[in-house]
């Protein structure tokens, strides 16, 4: 087993969730430590959630959406490459911090969230992947219309193959502001300052990225959000999604359309619903998305969230 097929094993994964840019040298960085967002609320949007973000998954997609998160517990999972042995399993965490939320903004002045990541597949031959991730985020409000976030992570990789196993850490930082009480706008960079090294000597730095997103709530009684994506020095995604209010007090629908622009261009879809019950403090995610340009199929996404 080579170092190119573990490469090429997770790339797929990567690439199923949507993601496209190039592997630089022999670490393939178009793979290993590129992992698909949280849950399944946001990838039913398409991810284009960073503005929108106000739930447990604001840990991973926008840390400052923390701020508008009651405390929560949430879980995650998704088969990357149907038929295939190749899986992300995620836990979160998120609680304010210090003075109850604001009973007119619902805004916490301090929150901090964790997450776990697990990403594991098996690539033949009695050989083995996985990756770990631990991720703890920051979400400060000055004062209800702007919050700040910072995120960090350390990661690690173990595998059969001489050469691969590796850790490293990242940085992500991230801003929301509410410019009107419909509007908002976000941003997000993403592995602003990160380092990885290879149990062979060798160091990588992951390429930065710049989420813009810019939402607006209430259009007919749906909330609609449009992010665009910079990466390797180029707008590599433009992101569209929509979310319907809660019908019946009890569902909630919603779709996405993704324009990648990196390698050869192409359109995905996604949908998805949510439920809620017990309270209004139990939530149900479901999320799939299409994309047969990858030859992965449709790729099915569920989570979980429950307010403490």
Request: charged share 20%; with cysteine; hydrophobic share 45%.
């Amino acid at each position: 087993m080579t170092r190119s097929v573990v490469a090429w094993v997770i790339g797929c994964a990567w690439v199923a969730a949507g993601f496209v840019a190039p592997a630089h040298g022999e670490s393939s960085e178009g793979g290993a430590f590129r992992l698909p967002g949280y849950g399944a609320r946001a990838w039913g949007m398409a991810g284009a959630i960073v503005a929108r973000i106000d739930d447990e998954s604001a840990v991973d997609w926008n840390p400052a959406g923390m701020a508008f998160c009651a405390r929560t517990i949430g879980l995650s999972y998704v088969d990357l490459v149907p038929d295939a042995s190749l899986g992300q399993a995620q836990a979160v965490f998120v609680t304010p911090l210090g003075v109850a939320r604001d009973a007119q903004t619902a805004v916490a002045r301090h929150v901090v969230g964790a997450m776990y990541t697990n990403l594991s597949a098996d690539v033949g031959e009695g050989e083995t992947y996985a990756e770990n991730h631990v991720r703890a985020a920051y979400a400060f409000t000055p004062e209800p219309l702007i919050t700040f976030a910072i995120a960090g992570q350390v990661f690690f990789s173990s595998s059969g193959v001489a050469g691969f196993d590796a850790w490293g850490t990242g940085v992500d930082l991230a801003a929301r502001l509410s410019l009107t009480p419909r509007w908002t706008v976000a941003v997000v960079g993403r592995d602003a300052f990160s380092r990885y090294t290879y149990d062979d000597g060798h160091d990588e730095q992951k390429e930065r990225h710049y989420v813009l997103g810019l939402s607006r709530r209430g259009l007919r009684g749906v909330d609609v959000e449009a992010d665009v994506v910079y990466a390797y020095g180029d707008w590599t995604r433009v992101l569209v999604g929509a979310e319907s209010r809660y019908l019946f007090d009890h569902v909630q629908l919603r779709g996405g359309v993704a324009f990648l622009n990196a390698g050869e261009s192409r359109t995905a879809y996604t949908f998805g619903a949510s439920a809620r019950a017990a309270g209004q403090r139990l939530f149900v995610h479901y999320g799939a998305n299409i994309d047969d340009e990858t030859a992965f199929g449709t790729t099915h996404r569920v989570s979980l969230g429950v307010r403490l």
